[in-house]
């Protein structure tokens, strides 16, 4: 096991205020029901960005939560790493956005494109890049409006996602606390599982697309669900195996929030029970990126997560892609 490089010190998240539940999808004209959604996601309700609440505005306000609890000013961020897979604009980067928001001048700021693994690749990089030394104090973000990239009219989608942000604060380690191991991988081959196919350059927009409601998410369900079990146990093997440690060592699980039934196959794989996995996948829907970084927080404050325990962090999102990281606190 390695000596940590990094921890976090300070945390922060938002949900946007306006809570959907099931059962609104009735009303909107979708034939679906909250039993269904209960029973094959374990999904109740999400919350959902209103016009004003942005990316910008919602990784702020988690951000800013994150850097007081560090006791970290915006001046002293040396990297901003956002994750989103639902940007505000195609151009420049939601970070760049956020760091004037913030204030943080001195930052190099940049998005991080990996769907649902979008966090934990954002602190991977953000602690290379200390341990490069080109980093002192780091800001990783995930943030999503993901209620505007899917398709309202597609029952098989539109349930499953939910909008909100989470932020943490990567300091240079001094003791024995701090990231332990990390895990990254992807795999291009299977993108059109789950991806949005028009509205980029390869297929800009135009009346036909508008037409074919294909700038909006696409998924192939059963195919998403069989990669993620098998790649987010993959993805808990490794970190666990880097940091020379098994499933029993783990104090608390934090999975990418998708659905509950991937979370305890994955679990199960882990030989962690379930009463040490944290699911708030009840309450909030899919929000991707931000997904692990809103449970982080709610572990945190809530006092699931105290000094001394090991956590593993793992998710899996389009790409596909996946990452895990074991943290010590
Ligand atoms: N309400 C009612 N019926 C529905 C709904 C709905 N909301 N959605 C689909 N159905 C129907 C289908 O049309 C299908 O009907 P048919 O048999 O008449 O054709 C039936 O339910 C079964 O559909 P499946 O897709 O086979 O259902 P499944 O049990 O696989 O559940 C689900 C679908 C929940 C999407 C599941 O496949 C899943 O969770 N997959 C993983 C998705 C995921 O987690 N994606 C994100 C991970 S990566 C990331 O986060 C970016």
Request: hydrophobic share 45%; with cysteine; net charge neutral.
């Amino acid at each position: 096991m390695k000596r940590p490089i990094a921890y976090l010190a300070g945390v922060g998240k938002y949900a946007p205020p306006r809570i959907m539940k099931n059962a609104e999808f009735a009303e909107l004209g979708l034939e679906t029901d909250d039993a269904w959604i209960v029973q094959r996601t374990g999904i109740r309700q999400r919350h959902v960005a209103a016009p004003h609440e942005t990316n910008r505005t919602m990784s702020a306000a988690a951000a800013r939560i994150a850097m007081e609890r560090a006791g970290v000013t915006p001046g002293e961020l040396d990297v901003i790493a956002l994750g989103t897979a639902s940007p505000d604009r195609l151009l420049p980067s939601t970070a760049v956005d956020l760091q004037a928001e913030l204030g943080a001048t001195r930052a190099a700021a940049f998005d991080v494109m990996a769907a649902c693994s979008s966090f934990l690749y954002g602190l991977i990089i953000a602690e290379g890049l200390m341990q490069s030394g080109s980093a002192d104090t780091a800001l990783v973000v995930g943030t999503e409006k993901l209620t505007t990239i899917v398709d309202w009219k597609d029952r098989s989608t539109c349930v499953l996602f939910g909008d909100g942000a989470g932020a943490a604060v990567l300091k240079r380690a001094t003791g024995g606390a701090g990231i332990l191991s990390t895990f990254m991988r992807s795999d291009g081959r299977l993108a059109e599982l789950l991806y949005r196919p028009s509205g980029g350059a390869s297929r800009p927009f135009d009346a036909q697309v508008l037409q074919e409601r294909s700038f909006y998410v696409k998924m192939e369900g059963r195919e998403v669900f069989k990669h993620a079990v098998r790649s987010m146990s993959e993805a808990a093997d490794r970190a666990l195996d880097g940091a020379k440690l098994t499933g029993e060592d783990i104090d608390l699980m934090i999975p990418h929030q998708a659905n509950v039934r991937i979370i305890e196959a994955t679990a199960k794989h882990a030989r962690i029970p379930m009463d040490k996995v944290y699911v708030n996948v009840d309450r909030y829907g899919n929000t991707s990126s931000a997904s692990v970084a809103i449970a982080l927080e709610e572990a945190l404050t809530s006092g699931r997560i105290v000094p001394g325990m090991t956590v593993l962090l793992v998710a899996f999102g389009a790409g596909f892609t996946w990452a895990s990281l074991v943290i010590r606190f």
